[in-house]
């Protein structure tokens, strides 16, 4: 649905230095019908990004594919109407204060002229499908933040867009509401079909409704790939941030063991990891751990105290290549201070 091919956005200097480098070849495949996570420290590029799908920003070089037609390339009237089938949500929806919540979502329906019976039909509708009826026809002020945002996101799909960016949906929100509205953008996409992007600093938000994460880091991708895939693996940047390790008690050698247990017969549980660890010779103690359902698979990272029975400590490595042997593919055990 979405192709970034060498995507690149140089701004110049601000005050004649050297040039920013705010995107550098972004070569990127976002499959229709899929929720994408991009993510990234402040000044990573995602603002950059996002300008650049929707147009409003023209990339230095490299080519913007949305479904099919390369927005870098369009002006005037051909851009607007490409942009029309992205639909965008804001952290902030910044409703106008006079209009209800049904009148604020017709909005855009009115900028682009559609006949008032449609509108009404089709506002009706996105009413139902965010879940405001009743609320329909309440002032900003009567609105909760999570109902404001439920307005922001019908405004947004008011134009049957087939991609919905999603730019910081839920940092203005507090844990609960964050969980319905996340819930909703699941939602939409199972009913509509739709493709969302959802540009996020809240690894949380990654994890409750990301099918795939890319992680940006000075305007190149540093990870990519399905999220169950790069939250199980161990060498990547985002696993340890996608599964946060609780602190453990100092004083205690431990190994970290990322887990896939989804792809792996004989691990379903970290029991079954202590067991092996002790068919190894090793006194396991299951120091700490994060074990998370992602993608209906358990992955996760535990942190081990292995010792043998003189008490030496038992390194990852030797851990790793015993549980090779037993061919546990989706088991990693790694050294890591923690
Ligand atoms: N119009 C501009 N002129 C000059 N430099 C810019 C411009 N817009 C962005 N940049 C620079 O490009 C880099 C990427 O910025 P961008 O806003 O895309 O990052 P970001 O990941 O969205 O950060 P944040 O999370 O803080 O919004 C930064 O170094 C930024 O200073």
Known sequence: MITLDGLTKVFPAPGGGDPVVALDGIDLHLEPGRVHGIVGRSGAGKSTLI?????????????????????????????????????????????????????????????????RAERERRVAELVELVGLSGREHNHPAQLSGGQIQR??????????????????????????????????????????????????HEMAVVREVCDTVTLL????????????????????????????????????????VNCDYGDSTRFRTSED????????GAEATLVAGTIETIGGRQVGRVQLALRNASGAAISAESLASYLAELDAAGVVAKEETA
């Open 51 to 115: 300008r650049c799908l929707t147009g409003l920003e023209k990339p230095t070089s490299g080519r913007v594919e949305v479904d099919g037609t390369d927005i870098a390339a369009l002006e005037g009237d051909a851009l607007r109407a490409a942009r029309r089938n992205i639909g965008m949500v804001f952290q902030h929806a910044n409703l106008l204060d006079s209009r209800t919540a049904a009148r604020n979502i017709a909005h855009p329906l009115e900028i682009a002229g559609v006949p």
């Open 151 to 200: 307005v922001g996101i019908a405004r947004g799909l008011a134009a049957e867009p087939k991609v919905l960016l999603c730019d910081e949906p839920t940092s203005a929100l507090d844990g609960s509401t964050t969980r319905q509205i996340l819930r909703l953008i699941s939602d939409l996409r199972e009913r509509l079909g739709i493709t969302v992007v959802i540009i996020t």
């Open 217 to 256: 880091k000075d305007g190149k991708i540093a990870q990519t790939g399905e999220l169950v895939d790069v939250a199980a693996d161990p060498h990547g940047p985002l696993s340890s941030e996608l599964i946060s390790l609780p602190p453990a008690p100092t004083g205690i050698d431990a190994v970290i």
């Open 273 to 280: 990891l202590i067991r092996a660890a002790e068919a190894h």
